[in-house]
């Protein structure tokens, strides 16, 4: 088994414990907050705690947290305090170097649309402006606002819910349905870690919706145990419906790169191996076919 630390929160510095959160829990997307005070100030601020937390009713939740060196709250925060309203607007790569600039701790006085470059648009239901740049922003009207702590590092729930919505064409298709691989996100990782979620970074799972899986508890042991299959791999072979019969598993044995492996004597991993490959080029049905084969066999 490998080897673990265990860690009392309470017994580690608050920039040691704010380091493992912030490196563990990622890829977190990131909140490009702009807010706007009673006396009309701007603010454009980045937030990595930051999610969606419910469709109906939308409901967006972002923490900007006390500051860990002197304790003081973001502008962000005393302007959601004093005008309930934000928008939320999403990053992509082409402008992540222009967020990392409006992060900078600017006076509070100083408008990080200007600093940055970024294109401040008029909001149509809400004060603060939204960022022209973004491929998504959230107009939201801030609904609470929790205290989580009052010590450096404590974060102050921000709960909004969304009221208008303003989406790119270009990451549209026609059915106005937003495309993941066009968009080119950005997420937070720890230290002075992003990550792009473009090209090969992206792929797909079919999510078990339609059909429920036998689970990996339903494979053989000599499946369930193998050397050669990951995780991954049973997890593929357990989600399917159902385990072919012994008429189908006859018809498969006639197969030629089966008949080779049934008229030699090879070892469990062998067929192991042929059933990876198949897996691997996501035929799940011929590795399950392969092996239930190998396990009549009974090596």
């Not at 990392?100 to 006085?109: D, M």
């Not at 369930?224 to 399917?240: C, F, P, Q, V």
């Not at 030629?256 to 059933?275: D, F, M, R, V």
């Amino acid at each position: 088994m490998d080897k673990v630390i265990s860690l009392d929160p309470n017994e580690i510095t608050s920039r040691q414990l704010h380091g493992y959160l912030l490196a563990s829990v990622a890829p977190r997307p990131i909140a490009f907050v702009s807010t706007i005070d009673k006396a009309g100030n701007i603010n454009l601020s980045p937030f990595s705690f930051f999610n969606v937390f419910s469709a109906n009713p939308p409901v967006a939740i972002f923490s900007p947290a006390r500051s860990a060196r002197d304790n003081s709250t973001k502008h962000t925060y005393d302007n959601v305090n004093q005008v309930p309203e934000a928008v939320i607007n999403l990053v992509n790569y082409s402008m992540i170097e222009q967020v990392s600039l409006a992060s900078t701790a600017f006076p509070k006085s100083v408008n990080e649309f200007v600093k940055s470059g970024l294109t401040a648009v008029n909001s149509d239901t809400v004060s603060p402006p939204r960022v022209g740049e973004s491929p998504v922003s959230f107009e939201c009207k801030v609904n609470q606002i929790i205290p989580l702590g009052t010590e450096g590092g404590a974060g102050n729930l921000v709960i909004c819910e969304v009221i208008r919505i303003h989406l790119k064409t270009e990451y549209l298709d026609a059915s106005n349905t937003l495309q993941t691989e066009r968009m080119d996100l950005v997420g937070r990782m720890g230290g002075n870690w992003y990550i792009r979620a473009f090209g090969d970074a992206l792929f797909q799972i079919s999510k078990p919706t339609d059909i429920i899986g036998r689970g990996v508890d339903q494979l053989p042991a000599s499946v369930r145990n193998s050397t050669i299959l990951t995780g991954s791999d049973l997890a593929k072979l357990g989600g399917l419906e159902g385990f072919p019969d012994e008429s189908t598993l006859d018809k498969w044995k006639e197969r030629p790169e089966i008949k080779c492996l049934l008229q030699k004597s090879h070892t469990p991993e062998e067929w192991h191996k042929l059933a990876k490959q198949m897996i691997d080029n996501q035929d799940i049905e011929s590795g399950i076919k392969t092996l239930l084969v190998a396990d009549e066999l009974a090596f």
